[in-house]
């Protein structure tokens, strides 16, 4: 795999041997966890932001839970009987 040179902190690069060291895992390892990790975390924090944005619009919410209605009629659909 090719590899990147990116400039951090002095101490972000102290945090990351400390977490190396700690975890017995590369600091390579550590570092694509983390951002995968920050990635994750943004991609909730921006689901949340548009459920926000769309409960401020009445007619599109009451659409949105008339569709989840619809969804939920499935959840057990022939399970019940296993």
Do not use: C
């Not at 619809?70 to 399970?79: I, R, Y």
């Amino acid at each position: 795999m090719p590899s990147l040179t990116t400039r951090i902190s002095a101490s972000a690069h102290k945090s990351l041997r400390e977490i190396s060291k700690a975890t017995g895992q590369p600091m390579q390892q550590v570092l694509e966890r983390a951002l995968s990790e920050y990635q994750r975390a943004l991609f909730w924090k921006q689901v949340d932001i548009a459920y926000k944005n769309l409960r401020k619009n009445p007619k599109e919410w009451k659409e949105e839970q008339k569709e989840r209605s619809l969804w939920d009629n499935t959840l057990l659909d022939g399970l019940d009987k296993a």
